[in-house]
């Protein structure tokens, strides 16, 4: 089934400006398989085949929080004996965070804007610093949430940003691409994509790791006109800070968003 708008969602993300919008849920119904399409799987295979050093990084650090979180997994999740067989069925990207909040390892499939083998050994600030005004905002409450992260509960939010297509892979180059920009605002309204990420975190008990999971969903904007729903994402658009504009690329589409977004707009 075809995950809803993300703005569609209690509490994440109606807001006007950056917030962590985290919800209590089960890990089980957090990691339950994926209903990937074959495709899909096929694609994140070979992600991890062609781009291995890009996407790919299992030091030897991460064996004891590996193994923690495979303790936690319920049955048959469980039965993944490496971070790879795990990683490929239950999400698109798995990242490890070590005590001190520094990304050590993980597996990376559908990046929205970086690679792993950039970022490894960052810290969060670094991790969050491309992001207009994230972390002068957020980033006091992001260090305290996962300093006081309760182990064995998971906990899950949503973030979404526009794109001129929809691939999995776009870890390189701008978002929304030159040629997408010169084309007039009717055909941008028509190749328009709001990508999001369905974000994970969950540190399993006895270890002070933290996983960071992330299922990227993609839909065209296009399917919005006429809609109730438009109304709800126009709402929405209204309330968000400059910086948030900024970060979500809103200044770049507004022409193609009014196209859009205009009641009685039909697809």
């Given at each position: 089934m075809r995950e809803?708008?993300?703005?569609l969602h209690r509490g994440q993300p109606r807001h006007g400006a950056y917030r962590l919008g985290l919800t209590r849920v089960d890990l089980t119904t957090l990691l339950a398989p994926d209903p990937a399409?074959?495709?899909?799987?096929?694609?994140?295979?070979?992600?991890?085949k062609t781009r291995r050093h890009q996407c790919f990084a299992a030091p030897a650090s991460l064996d004891a929080p590996f193994l923690a979180l495979r303790r936690a997994l319920p049955t048959p999740l469980h039965r993944a004996d490496d971070l790879r067989a795990l990683s490929t069925g239950l999400c698109d990207d798995l990242c490890f965070l070590d005590e001190d909040q520094?990304?050590?390892?993980?597996?990376?499939?559908a990046p929205s804007?970086?690679?792993l083998d950039d970022r490894?050994?960052?810290?969060?600030a670094r991790l969050h610093e491309p992001v207009p005004g994230l972390w002068p905002t957020l980033g006091n409450a992001m260090t305290r949430a996962l300093d006081r992260l309760e182990p064995g509960q998971a906990f899950m939010r949503r973030n979404w940003f526009f794109y001129d297509a929809m691939d999995w892979w776009r870890a390189e180059g701008p978002a929304l691409r030159?040629?997408?920009?010169?084309?007039?605002?009717?055909?941008?309204a028509q190749r328009l994509v709001l990508r999001w990420e369905r974000q994970g975190l969950f540190r399993p008990r006895?270890?002070?790791?933290?996983?960071?999971?992330i299922r990227v969903h993609h839909r065209p904007l296009r399917d919005l006109a006429g809609t109730a729903a438009a109304a709800a994402f126009k709402a929405v658009l209204e309330r968000l800070s400059?910086?948030?504009q900024a970060s979500r690329r809103v200044p770049l589409v507004a022409p193609a968003l009014r196209a859009l977004l205009a009641p009685g707009t039909e697809a």
């Amino acid at each position: 089934m075809r995950e809803a708008w993300p703005f569609l969602h209690r509490g994440q993300p109606r807001h006007g400006a950056y917030r962590l919008g985290l919800t209590r849920v089960d890990l089980t119904t957090l990691l339950a398989p994926d209903p990937a399409s074959a495709a899909r799987l096929r694609h994140r295979q070979a992600q991890l085949k062609t781009r291995r050093h890009q996407c790919f990084a299992a030091p030897a650090s991460l064996d004891a929080p590996f193994l923690a979180l495979r303790r936690a997994l319920p049955t048959p999740l469980h039965r993944a004996d490496d971070l790879r067989a795990l990683s490929t069925g239950l999400c698109d990207d798995l990242c490890f965070l070590d005590e001190d909040q520094r990304l050590r390892g993980g597996v990376l499939t559908a990046p929205s804007g970086w690679r792993l083998d950039d970022r490894l050994g960052q810290s969060l600030a670094r991790l969050h610093e491309p992001v207009p005004g994230l972390w002068p905002t957020l980033g006091n409450a992001m260090t305290r949430a996962l300093d006081r992260l309760e182990p064995g509960q998971a906990f899950m939010r949503r973030n979404w940003f526009f794109y001129d297509a929809m691939d999995w892979w776009r870890a390189e180059g701008p978002a929304l691409r030159p040629a997408f920009l010169r084309l007039p605002p009717e055909d941008q309204a028509q190749r328009l994509v709001l990508r999001w990420e369905r974000q994970g975190l969950f540190r399993p008990r006895g270890s002070r790791w933290t996983m960071f999971f992330i299922r990227v969903h993609h839909r065209p904007l296009r399917d919005l006109a006429g809609t109730a729903a438009a109304a709800a994402f126009k709402a929405v658009l209204e309330r968000l800070s400059a910086d948030e504009q900024a970060s979500r690329r809103v200044p770049l589409v507004a022409p193609a968003l009014r196209a859009l977004l205009a009641p009685g707009t039909e697809a």
